[in-house]
């Protein structure tokens, strides 16, 4: 670990100094600089006066090939979808996917507090799986994220309602897809240091150009050093992600992408403070948000995963083309917490455990596919036929041992050794096969584009310890319909289905859980802008779905653990959102997300009538920023924003509710062609609040104030 950590630091060291070196070679602001890098400040005299103008082609978004597969616009894409462009990462400031989606309707993110391993998200009501260039991420057994950071990134598309119909397995409330950093002929990138309170602490570069004539390559690094709001936790992060496209011929282009990525989190332990004190009084006092009742010395928190893949593009004329990705990963990961379980009768006196955990995934995903437009009389089509396939396995185990108390409000660290552990409980041993074959047919006729869509998936599961199989096949589909007026609206219709595969067997009747299933209503309505004034780029969707889910597995312990398909939920909701960039100098980012959901159907009463877990049923945010063109001051920016959610349920059998906030952000940069300087706040008012209770013993408190400042160097 200590020697491929050691070559991961010496790599990204190597290449902030290439940057460097290629810095001082470069004079003035007349560099050709990559289109895909967010942000580009010019400087242009216009009558006389010397204007700062940030351009940020890419700040509102047009297209996303993650929702359909293939180029078809966001207005005519029967579906909700939102777009997190470079553009917008970087003026926002945001560092990872969970702050990302804070001004996104239907998303919520941060649900565990500042996580420093993962994304914690959660889509119409559901946790989406991610995905990395098309394809499925490695995710382990129990979260469905694999926390690669978000500056390995060029965007994250949201995909809202069941994308089963091109994706296969997963939830019906979405997922979510993010492309990588791609290559570029024009020589172009960045070094960029970031420095925060809580210790923050960044070096990230990346670097782009031509090779040779048919060869341009990419080289993206970043190294992170932090603690966090909790006493006694500091986490490390390296990454690597090195890419090369060639360009064989006029026709075929390969593409070549990589990522390797080292975590290391010492000391904490996610949360675990009790009821009492944090969402409840307690006689004794409340408890601070840097209360640690884990043990700084013992909670470790360890991973290491990469990747290596490829995309390639075969056009056999204008109007037809073949495109294969594949993508072989590796992820695992290591960790030891001791964690409070139950508050004495004191009311400070906590008892602890000691959980150790491990997981190995191994990962292949591939797919391949045509991509067609052909004319038939006045009806166009735009015609996608694939097949995609998925090898994953997966190990997990863990162990469960108890540990000293410690004391809630003046905790002694150290005072037990920690003993010796193994992992004697067996979580996941399987292996995952996915075999899907879809088509799909946007039919355009006029100003009407019709969306059909089916796919069939074949999905077998291997018991490795046993050899036993499951195996299971679904048929998914989409029908949808846009209209699109020449003044830019687009209302829409559409009806969807999903399936998820169910690991298990029902405790009643020893039969093997069938697949979840899903289903989405929506009606929506676009704009984008496409009437205005030149200097106005605007996108604004508006939706209200229901959701249906059914065969959901749920668990109760009367007097041991008891599993039974029983489940249904309904999710019903309203969506509006609108990303706007006026005259290169005023960005607007807004949202507003009503979610309503509901347990249908539970093995457990308490449960039935009750929303989902981490859903809030209001989030509002709006995020405005403005740039000064001219005057002594051209370049200087300043940028507030405002986000409210409402209190959402922590856990179905504990019945204890995260607190709603409304906090507020803000941003204060500074650009020239060369240098952009960044000041960014969040929860600049340095809120309290509960994120989430998940237990008598499970409450974690919401981000509280940050400061991030970001000095980059452009060339």
């Known amino acids: 670990m200590l020697t491929q950590r050691t070559f991961i630091k010496k790599t990204i060291t190597r290449t902030l100094l290439l940057a460097t070196v290629a810095t001082a070679c470069i004079s003035g602001a007349a560099v050709a600089q990559d289109d895909n890098d967010g942000l580009k400040t010019t400087k242009e005299t216009v009558d006389g006066t010397t204007l700062v103008i940030i351009k940020s082609k890419r700040f509102v978004p047009a297209g996303a090939m993650s929702a359909n597969k293939t180029d078809i616009p966001l207005i005519k894409t029967p579906q909700s979808v939102s777009v997190i462009s470079r553009d917008q990462i970087d003026l926002l400031g945001f560092t990872d996917l969970q702050q990302a989606v804070r001004y996104t309707s239907g998303a919520f993110g941060e649900n565990y507090g500042p996580d420093l391993r993962y994304d914690f998200i959660t889509l119409r009501g559901f946790t989406p799986k991610q995905y990395i260039d098309g394809l499925a991420a490695p995710v382990t057994s129990t979260i ?109 282009t390969l593409t070549g992408l990589a990522y390797l990525q080292d975590d290391e989190v010492d000391g904490d332990t996610n949360g675990f403070l009790p009821v009492l004190g944090t969402l409840l009084p307690n006689p004794n006092g409340g408890v601070s948000e840097s209360t640690n009742l884990g043990e700084p010395d013992y909670n470790t928190y360890k991973r290491n995963q990469w990747a290596v893949g490829y995309d390639y593009t075969h056009k056999f004329s204008d109007n037809l083309s073949f495109e294969s990705n594949a993508k072989y990963s590796k992820y695992r990961e290591n960790s030891v917490v001791v964690y409070g379980t139950w508050l004495e009768a004191d009311n400070r006196t906590v008892d602890r455990s000691l959980y150790p955990y491990m997981e190995n995934v191994e990962s292949f995903a591939v797919d391949n596919r045509l991509d067609g437009t052909f004319t038939s009389g006045s009806v166009t089509h735009k015609v996608l036929a694939g097949i995609d396939y998925r090898n994953v396995k997966n190990f997990a185990a863990y162990n469960f041992l108890g540990f000293s108390p410690i004391d809630l409000y003046n905790p002694v660290y150290n005072a037990t050794p920690l003993p010796a552990y193994t992992y004697p409980y067996i979580f996941n041993n399987q292996r995952l096969e996915q075999t899907g074959l879809y088509v799909q047919d946007q039919i355009g006729l006029q100003k009407l584009f019709v969306t059909l869509g089916g796919r069939y998936d074949t999905d077998e599961t291997t018991q490795l310890a046993t050899g036993s199989k499951t195996k299971d096949g679904k048929f ?227 981000a509280g104030q940050t400061w991030t400042a970001t000095l980059t160097r452009k060339f």
């Not at 090779?211 to 986490?235: I, M």
């Open 144 to 252: 469905f994220s694999t926390g690669v950071d978000l500056y390995a990134f060029d965007s994250a598309s949201i995909i809202k309602g069941p994308a089963a119909t091109l994706y296969g397995n997963s939830p019906p409330g979405g997922l979510y897809n993010e492309t990588s950093r791609r290559a570029s002929r024009n020589f172009g990138g960045e070094i960029q240091a970031k420095l925060g309170n809580y210790d923050y602490r960044s070096l990230a570069g990346t670097v782009t150009g031509a090779l040779s004539s048919s060869v341009s390559a990419r080289l993206t690094g970043l190294y992170l050093d932090r603690g966090a709001e909790r006493d006694g936790v500091s986490a490390k992060r390296s990454l690597i992600a090195p890419t090369v496209t060639w360009k064989i011929t006029d026709a075929d």
């Open 476 to 702: 998914t589909y989409r029908v949808g319909a846009n209209y699109v007026f020449d003044s830019g609206f687009a209302p829409y219709a559409s009806y969807s289905t999903s399936f998820e595969p169910v690991i298990g067997t029902d405790t009643a009747t020893g039969i093997a859980f069938i697949p979840s299933e899903g289903e989405q209503s929506e009606l929506g309505i676009k704009y984008d802008g496409r009437t205005l004034d030149n200097g106005v780029r605007l996108f604004a969707t508006a939706a209200i779905y229901d959701i249906k889910q059914t065969n959901v597995v749920s668990t109760v312990y009367s007097p041991a653990f008891a599993s039974t398909q029983v489940g249904e939920v309904e999710v019903k909701g309203f969506e509006t959102e609108f990303v706007a960039r006026i005259n290169e100098q005023f960005s607007i980012n807004g949202s507003y997300t009503y979610t309503d959901s509901e347990v249908l159907a539970s093995n457990d009463p308490l449960q039935v009538g009750g929303p989902l877990m981490t859903t809030p049923k209001d989030k509002a945010s709006l995020f405005a920023d403005y740039t000064l063109k001219s005057g002594n001051l051209g370049g200087l920016g300043f940028g507030l924003g405002v986000r409210y959610t409402s209190k959402s349920l922590g856990s179905n059998g504990a019945g204890y509710w995260g607190q709603q906030s409304t906090l507020f952000d803000a941003a204060v940069h500074y650009d020239t062609p060369a240098w952009r300087i960044a000041l960014n706040g969040s929860n600049i008012t340095d809120v309290k609040y509960v994120a989430r209770c998940s237990g008598y013993v499970g409450c974690t408190y919401g």
